[in-house]
């Protein structure tokens, strides 16, 4: 190989090293926001079962209400709803809602929170609770 085949390759070794920072960067940027998303799941579930244990089937819009308040949920709100599907007629239901922030977020991650839904039938009778993750901000938080 000439010296002046040298000089025109020179650029190539800074490109190769470029190359391979950025898929070095990118797969540990992917690993922590995989394993911030997996806590999340994790956060989520530990909430259900929490609120799963706790909800009786005695319980109204008020006590779910006060749980909510008792574990330190924020934007807690209730309301009526519909779940429709096809083939099957519209069920209407009261719930009840509020978020907790877990992570607050940053450079790489993103802030979240938790939120748990308490569901009662329009004879205000408990049916049901879910969790899950909320990518954001608690609503209404700055």
Excluded: C
Excluded at 20 to 43: C, D, N, P, W
């Amino acid at each position: 190989m000439t010296n002046t085949a040298r000089k025109r390759k020179w650029w190539v070794i800074p490109l190769i090293a470029v190359g391979m920072v950025y898929v070095g960067v990118s797969a540990t940027l992917g690993g922590i926001r995989q394993f911030h998303e997996y806590k999340a799941e994790q956060e989520a579930k530990r909430w259900l079962d929490l609120a799963q244990r706790d909800a009786m089937p005695t319980w109204t819009e008020d006590d779910a209400v006060a749980w909510l308040r008792q574990q330190d949920f924020e934007a807690i709100g209730t309301g009526k709803g519909v779940s429709s599907s096809v083939g099957r007629p519209d069920e209407h239901f009261f719930s009840v809602m509020g978020y907790r922030q877990f992570e607050k977020g940053g450079v790489i991650v993103k802030p979240s929170s938790v939120y748990v839904e308490f569901y009662f039938d329009m004879e205000h009778r408990f049916k049901q609770v879910k969790s899950d993750t909320w990518p954001f901000k608690p609503p209404g938080r700055k």
